[in-house]
């Protein structure tokens, strides 16, 4: 099977829209089976709705988690010329070859719970444009973008976690954000790698500066516009799971910024997502909100590179087991009461 291309917004878009829903019958029997499990009713809480929302959406009334996936996504930002990071845009290089070499968090929780990890360092010596002087990227870089994080999922993934790696892309995740729901630059544009004082009031301004120059435009457009290459990527690989009925765990504020465009592009774009956590980022929770997310943990991480989501993965590891590993009441012998 030959590789997706796509050379327009408009294919992407249609792509998107053609994608399935979740499976109604598989949900009602997941939702059945889980009234008849050796418990009472809710008592497991939140992992029986994980379990009959991952159910609903592999097709089967009792799943299985063996194949999660895992992919990290690199790119440079031209705006980081700006001085809005504590870090140097070299540093992206670095952390793709130290992810290269099992290095990082993003490893050590990967092997943990089981996922394979790819790694996509994206033209890493060609940075999108400054997106306060004009576009951040051609529709021919954008849509190339999207074109390699479609093409990275895998088909036999039955669960799929995002992160990503890119000096400066808090900022544009700011300016994205600010674009698709409004509200002050400020209210979007939080620490980053770290920034305080006059390098967060200068990176406030910087993302106020793009927002104004690009603002009004498609939720696409905004993602060409203000994104980068990682951002865009992140936001194909979410959309191929759609397709491909593969539920998605979103990771932090850069991630929930790249899913965002495709809820603005499409209502219930994100129905096969779950937020795996809310970061210590500022705006986090409010982008989550604005998505209707209810984030699996809060553990003040605000790390990137997927590890949020990375870490939620066990606890759907858990629902599922439970769900489809569980006695019934008649199975067990157990009166139901």
């Not at 000096?167 to 509200?183: D, E, K, M, R, V």
């Not at 200068?202 to 994104?227: D, F, N, R, Y």
């Not at 705006?283 to 699996?296: Q, R």
Request: hydrophobic share 50%; glycine share 12%.
């Amino acid at each position: 099977m030959s590789d997706t291309v796509f050379t327009t917004l408009a294919e992407f878009e249609a792509a998107l829209s053609a994608a399935p829903a979740t499976d109604i019958s598989a949900r009602k029997d997941a939702e059945a089976r889980n009234g008849q499990l050796t418990k009472p009713p809710g008592a497991l809480g939140r992992l029986e709705d994980l379990a009959i929302w991952y159910a609903g959406w592999r097709g089967v009334a009792a799943p299985l988690l063996e194949n999660p996936q895992v992919i990290i996504f690199a790119g440079n930002h031209g705006v980081a010329a700006r001085g809005v990071s504590a870090f140097p845009p070299e540093v992206t290089v670095q952390m793709v070859a130290n992810f290269e070499h099992g290095g990082a968090a993003i490893n050590q929780l990967s092997a943990c719970f089981g996922a394979n990890l790819d790694v996509h360092g994206i033209d890493l010596d060609r940075p999108t444009d400054d997106f306060t002087q004009g576009r951040a990227m051609s529709e021919a870089d954008v849509t190339a973008a999207l074109t390699i994080g479609w093409n990275a999922v895998d088909p036999e993934a039955d669960l799929l976690v995002t992160g990503e790696m890119g000096i400066g892309n808090t900022t544009s995740a700011a300016a994205i954000a600010a674009a698709l729901f409004g509200g002050n630059a400020g209210d979007w544009t939080g620490a980053g790698t770290g920034v305080s004082g006059d390098a967060l009031d200068l990176k406030t301004q910087v993302v106020a500066e793009g927002v104004a120059l690009h603002g009004g435009k498609s939720p696409l457009e905004i993602l060409q516009c203000l994104g980068g290459r990682e951002i865009a990527a992140m936001a194909g690989a979410i959309a191929r799971a759609r397709v491909l009925s593969i539920p998605v765990i979103l990771d932090g504020f850069i991630c929930t910024a790249a899913a965002a465009v495709l809820d603005a592009t499409m209502s219930g774009a994100l129905d096969h997502a779950v937020a795996g956590h809310v970061s210590a980022e500022g705006a986090h929770g409010e982008l989550l909100a604005k998505l209707n997310k209810d984030p699996i943990l809060s553990m003040n991480m605000r790390l990137g590179e997927g590890s949020g989501a990375a870490l939620a993965i066990g606890v759907l590891q858990g629902a599922i087991a439970c769900h489809s590993g569980m006695a019934t009441f008649e199975e067990a012998g157990v009166a139901a009461g």
